[in-house]
């Protein structure tokens, strides 16, 4: 499974951004795609996450603030982003998992939120 990134950039507190992930290759049915973010000497963390049956998890930081979605025809997942925060900064990371336990990762969009 092949993940790739986009929507990362700069923006002032309390904007807006929307990150996309596109995935493709061979995924089973019954998967898991997400965001996870680390910061700078931090560990990565998961912000948000939405299975094939449309439930979803948020960290309880982000939770009122940032939205995922999936689009299951296009095999894309976007985490809209609002009310950014200066400690919202990262490294925003698209994951993949699935019921035979495979995992993977996109190569990182970087968010900057300035004061």
């Known amino acids: 499974v092949q993940l790739v990134e986009s929507g990362g950039g700069v923006v002032q507190a309390g904007g807006a951004l929307t990150l996309s992930c596109g995935a493709s290759?061979?995924?089973?049915?019954?998967?898991?795609l997400g965001w996870y973010r680390q910061a700078p000497g931090e560990q990565r963390e998961v912000v948000a996450r939405?299975?094939?049956?449309?439930?979803?998890y948020y960290v309880d930081s982000v939770k009122g603030r940032f939205t995922i979605s999936r689009d299951y025809a296009k095999n894309t997942v976007s985490l809209q982003m609002s009310s950014l925060k200066p400690e919202d900064t990262a490294v925003y990371y698209c994951?993949?998992?699935?019921?035979?336990?495979?995992?993977?990762w996109g190569q990182g969009t970087q968010v900057t939120v300035s004061s």
């Open positions: 994951h993949y998992d699935d019921a035979n336990n495979d995992k993977y």
């Open positions: 939405m299975d094939s049956y449309g439930r979803t």
């Open positions: 290759g061979s995924m089973f049915r019954i998967n898991v």
